[in-house]
């Protein structure tokens, strides 16, 4: 798909925008006095406007005026136009994928559709806010992933428009960086992308999109009623109430489903109990359980493993409570040890 580079300029823009968002939440950070790699991404984030539009000038302002002067149309590409737009609801922009003004139509808010739950809860950024770095990895993240939309749209084509704009170019390489630097310490990026793409095979298309309560399947109407996904965090989570995951349990976890769904061999089982797994310092009320055995009845595919899925709930209570009563670190770490054998054999 081409883009004009009026289309390139808006996206830049609002892209710029949500960057300068992310940088005053990093700023607020106490870490990020005493981080050096996060000092220079607040650095270079700071200088971003300049080198985008610090050097542009307009000779004919004495004769045809300046932006602010001017009609406000679908074409104008000026911040002073754009800010404009953003605001009328005919005309939002930079909500179209392509970058171009458009009208949009209003549309009627169908009660019956419910909001995918990965928006707040399992998406990496949200994932990371979880772990021991907390809030400073998770805005890292999202602003490496605000770049990537940003560079696409300055290096789309390798013309005048980029060779007019180097220095933003080159402090965008830069970012990227030291992005790669500070996600690439410690394992919770690659717990947080695992754990995420876990998410993916447990709920497949329904994950990102809105549906209809009626188009869930069995899985997904477990995991939504008995709000599960506030659970399925847990591996991020460093304490008492949850077993320590590391990187490379979520990542057999991660092959054991993807072998389930390309052998298609009780796919759906394997979804489950990857999701109660997930959940491994939940209680699990009666309330609970009854509503989830009433689910697995209802299902061709899960009811006949009903006993395997009663089990593993039952094996995972059994262990968390071990595992809090615990004050010793070795037996902590027994304890772990067996958690992940009970549940290799489920």
């Known amino acids: 798909m081409g883009l004009s580079d009026q289309e390139r300029t808006s996206r830049i823009t609002w892209g710029l925008v949500r960057l300068n968002v992310l940088r005053r939440k990093l700023q607020k950070l106490d870490r990020s006095n005493r981080d050096e790699v996060l000092q220079e991404i607040i650095k270079l984030l700071d200088g971003c406007w300049h080198s985008f539009i610090g050097k542009e000038s307009n000779a004919l302002h004495w004769i045809i005026g300046s932006s602010s002067s001017q009609t406000v149309d679908a074409d104008d590409q000026s911040l002073w136009a754009m800010a404009i737009r953003h605001n009328l609801p005919q005309m939002q922009n ?19 559709l419910k909001s995918s739950f990965v928006d707040d809860f399992l998406i990496i950024p949200k994932l990371l806010e979880y772990s021991f770095e907390g809030n400073e990895r998770a805005i890292v993240a999202e602003i490496y ?17 980029l060779e007019q704009r180097q220095e933003f170019s080159e402090n965008i390489s830069k970012l990227f960086g030291l992005c790669f630097e500070h996600l690439s310490k410690g394992d919770d990026f690659a717990k947080a992308y695992v754990l995420n793409q876990i998410c993916l095979l447990i709920c497949g298309n329904q994950y990102y999109y809105f549906k209809k309560e009626d188009q869930w399947d069995s899985v997904v109407k477990i995991i939504t009623q008995l709000r599960l996904f506030h659970d399925m965090i ?16 979520l990542a057999k976890l991660h092959a054991k489903l993807a072998l389930a769904k390309q ?48 089990a593993a709930i039952e094996k995972q209570k059994e ?6 009563n615990s004050n010793n670190n070795e037996q902590k770490k027994d304890i772990e040890n067996k958690w992940r054998e009970a549940y290799s054999k489920l």
């Open 319 to 324: 262990l968390r409570k071990n595992y809090e």
């Open 145 to 161: 992933q605000n770049l990537e939309d940003v560079i696409y749209a300055l290096r789309r084509y390798n013309d005048d428009y």
């Open 234 to 249: 847990l591996p991020m989570k460093y304490g008492k109430r949850c077993r320590q995951w590391n990187a490379l349990d």
């Open 94 to 112: 930079w909500y179209s994928p392509d970058g171009k003004a458009e009208f949009l139509e209003e549309k009627e808010y169908d009660s019956s």
């Open 263 to 310: 052998e298609n061999k009780n796919y759906d089982l394997e979804r489950l109990l990857a999701t109660i797994e997930l959940c491994c310092g939940r209680e699990w009320y009666d309330h609970e359980n009854k509503e989830l055995s009433k689910i697995v009845e209802s299902d061709s595919s899960l009811k006949k493993h009903a006993k395997t899925i009663k």
